[in-house]
Each structure stands twice: as structure tokens, then as C-alpha cells.
């Protein structure tokens, strides 16, 4: 499976970003997918997963209440809206199908991932 990620970009804090996610190749929709984010110097860490029906999803401690990860079957597709940004969500962002059906928050479970798409958030 490939999967590209777009939607990043430059806002000011406060502001929103929708990334989006798309799947393509061989897909399925038994597997959980998930955000990672990462900043220059630092790991990459979870951000946040949805389960393979998407009636399951976790979140960072960093980014509950403000962020939300969604997924569109029809379209392959998974999205993590972003809402009162912080300088300090600036990081590239990629998107990952995980080798479960309920999304974790550990990298070394996911199989495929995104090229990843730069967000930036000035003060």
C-alpha cells in the first residue's frame, strides 16, 4: 500500500490545518491507521489512531481537545483536523497503516507510511 499525505502548511497559533491521507495500491480496511509527527532533532511520536472501523481513536496527550483523526472508507482516505494550533505542533507530519485492526502508539506496529507533509506554526 502507498500512502500520500497533504494538507500541511504554515499558520499563525491559533489557527487550523486539515491533513488528509490517501491509500492506494493494495488497501484494507482491516487495518488501524495512524498520525506521527516529527520535529528536527526529535523522535517521531504518536499523534493519533483510529481503528480499523473507526469506532475506536487515541490521542496524545498533546493534542486532546484540539485535534481530531477521522477516516473515509470510500476514498481510502484518513484525515486529522487540527484546531488552535501551537508553535510547538510544527513538525513534519506522516500518516501510517498499522499491522492491527486498533490502531497503537508505537511506530515499530505500523507497516506502511506516508512521505509526510510540514506543518508550521508561528507564534
Known amino acids: 500500500v502507498q500512502l500520500q499525505a497533504s494538507g500541511g502548511g504554515s499558520v499563525q497559533a491559533g489557527g487550523s490545518l486539515r491533513l488528509s491521507c490517501t491509500a492506494s495500491?493494495?488497501?484494507?480496511?482491516?487495518?488501524?491507521m495512524g498520525w506521527f509527527r516529527q520535529a528536527p532533532g526529535k523522535e517521531r511520536d504518536f499523534v493519533a489512531g483510529i481503528s480499523w472501523n473507526g469506532h475506536y481513536t487515541s490521542y496524545a496527550d498533546s493534542v486532546k481537545g484540539r485535534f481530531t483523526i477521522s477516516r473515509e472508507y470510500a476514498k481510502n482516505a484518513m484525515y486529522l483536523q487540527m484546531n488552535s494550533l501551537k508553535p510547538e505542533d510544527t513538525a513534519v507530519y506522516y500518516c501510517a497503516v498499522s499491522r492491527k485492526a486498533v490502531a497503537g502508539t508505537g511506530a515499530a506496529e505500523y507497516k506502511s507510511w506516508g512521505q509526510g507533509t510540514q506543518v508550521t506554526v508561528s507564534s
Open positions: 495500491g493494495r488497501t484494507s480496511s482491516n487495518n488501524g
